[in-house]
Each structure stands twice: as structure tokens, then as C-alpha cells.
């Protein structure tokens, strides 16, 4: 088992701090707090399953924010070809 700072954790997998932290208080992630110099320091605890969850869930939103952006492209590129059209309409008439 390997032991990783809250603050690691959430760098190794391209997380905010506040998402790793809700998934600690929710029970995703299993965590231990340890004194060191005087402050409490939380360490998130690595194991193969909860890796696999953590990563899966990754995974799915970037499908789904990937896919939503590309219909956003789509519809933009749409916007664009109609106001190019009425551009050369205005040209016309001038």
C-alpha cells in the first residue's frame, strides 16, 4: 500500500484539491490523518480497486465533456457559415 498527500494525489490524477477532498469525506478514497510538525496532514491510501474506480470515473467525463464539446464545434462552425452568408448578402446590396 503506498500513502500519497492529498495534495499529490490530486496532481497525479489532474483533479482539484476540493474534488479529492469530497471524495475522502463521501468514502471513495480511503485516507489516514498523521501529526507532522505540529499540523494534521492527510494522506490518501492507494489500493488497485480503488484506483480502478477513481480512474474509470475519470475517464467517463472526459468522453462526455469531449463529445459536448464537439457538438458545441459543430454548432458554431453551423453560426458561422449563415453569418458569412449574410455578410455576403449586406456586400451585395451596398
Known amino acids: 500500500m503506498e500513502k500519497l498527500t492529498l495534495r499529490a494525489y490530486a496532481?497525479?490524477?489532474k483533479?482539484?484539491?476540493f474534488h479529492v477532498m469530497?471524495?475522502?469525506k463521501?468514502?471513495?478514497l480511503q485516507s489516514e490523518?498523521?501529526?507532522q510538525e505540529g499540523?494534521?496532514?492527510l494522506y490518501i491510501i492507494l489500493d488497485e480497486h480503488t484506483e480502478e474506480n477513481v480512474t474509470q470515473g475519470i475517464v467517463?467525463?472526459?468522453k462526455k465533456t469531449r463529445s459536448s464539446l464537439e457538438n458545441d464545434v459543430k454548432t458554431l462552425q453551423a453560426e458561422v457559415r449563415l453569418l458569412k452568408k449574410e455578410i455576403?448578402?449586406?456586400k451585395n446590396k451596398l
Do not use: C, R
Request: hydrophobic share 40%.
Open 33 to 35: 490523518t498523521v501529526m
Open 11 to 13: 496532481v497525479k490524477h
Open 60 to 62: 467517463s467525463l472526459d
Open 15 to 17: 483533479q482539484s484539491i
Open 26 to 28: 463521501s468514502g471513495t
Open 88 to 90: 455576403e448578402t449586406l
Open 22 to 24: 469530497k471524495m475522502v
Open 39 to 41: 499540523k494534521e496532514v
